[in-house]
């Protein structure tokens, strides 16, 4: 699904959440419960292509040990093809064409490694110089407030909701605006990076007559970052995506309120665009079938 498309459904939820205050006929309630449904439609297939971004970033590695693997073989088999060739080079004039074709077939291998290499090394250079940028930016102050690290080839910048936010609500405080507009410029500085917002809550139901639930909260939530992020710091809308997920994915328990303070948050998850590291991948060497 397309940022934009899924940036469009939460502003329709948001909408609706926003204008059903007080008493809603079973009609205008019966459109958001399936607007909703639309909604979680969508976020899942967001969740499954972020998944498979991931799933595929991880492959890199994958090939890149299997590639040094195959490396390895090539120059062990040159080396033993040389040593023979020492003994019967008269003899032997086939190892002439054999060592031809393995040096090639080691050109190549030894090509595509660094292809693979240089192609993760300057996505994970980009990755580090982007968290220690943001980590330099924010003042100590701020950090108590928001994590951020790398996990799979992912930058996640995690926002603690009462830093964001008042209780039950998802109106942008003034105090994380300025925040908001320090991780805004490095985003900016990174324009070939996606940006997904996913808003998260505790266990503890919401009662608010315009929010149903926690669903509605979280995907409320972050919907006001993406938005913030546009129309405050000027950051494409087309890089934006914006999911809640209740209380459905939390970090710890629910049973303390330290835990539930961990859980409640929202998290700006910062994706690198792999059509370069699968285009590495389409571009492998074929390995020649064992005589």
């Known amino acids: 699904m397309k940022p934009r498309q899924f940036l469009t ?3 329709v939820v948001a909408m609706a959440g926003l204008l059903s205050t007080g008493c809603t006929s079973n009609k205008k309630y019966t459109a958001l419960q399936g607007q909703y449904a639309e909604l979680a439609s969508k976020y899942h297939e967001s969740q499954v292509s972020l998944a498979e971004c991931n799933a595929k970033y991880e492959s890199l590695d994958d090939m890149l040990q299997e590639a040094r693997r195959t490396n390895k073989d090539l120059n062990r088999k040159y080396s033993d093809l040389q040593s023979s060739l020492n003994q019967s080079l008269e003899q032997n004039s086939q190892g002439n064409v054999n060592i031809s074709k393995l040096v090639d077939q080691i050109n190549e291998s030894n090509a595509y490694i660094k292809q693979l290499v240089d192609a993760k090394s300057k996505s994970d250079s980009l990755l580090m110089a982007l968290t220690n940028k943001l980590t330099r930016s924010l003042d100590k102050d701020e950090l108590r407030d928001v994590d951020v690290k790398v996990l799979k080839g992912v930058v996640y910048i995690s926002l603690a909701d009462n830093m964001l936010f008042k209780s039950g609500s998802y109106e942008i405080s003034d ?7 320090k991780i805004a410029k490095i985003i900016k500085d990174y324009k070939s990076y ?8 505790d266990n503890v139901p919401i ?6 639930n926690n669903w ?4 409320l ?13 000027g950051i494409d809308p087309s890089r934006l995506s914006a999911a809640g997920r209740g209380e459905f994915h939390p970090i710890t328990d629910n049973d303390s309120e330290v835990g539930r303070q961990r859980n409640r948050r929202t998290e700006i998850i910062i994706t690198p665009q792999l059509d370069q590291f699968m285009d590495l991948i389409d571009q492998a060497p074929e390995a020649e079938p064992q005589s």
Request: proline share 0%.
């Open 194 to 201: 996606d940006v997904l917002v996913e808003g998260n809550t």
């Open 9 to 11: 459904a939460l502003a």
């Open 216 to 219: 509605d909260l979280s995907a």
């Open 175 to 181: 105090r994380a605006m300025e925040t908001l507009s």
């Open 221 to 233: 939530r972050a919907s006001s970052v993406v938005q913030v992020l546009q129309n405050d710091f």
């Open 207 to 212: 009662t608010r007559t315009n929010i149903r």
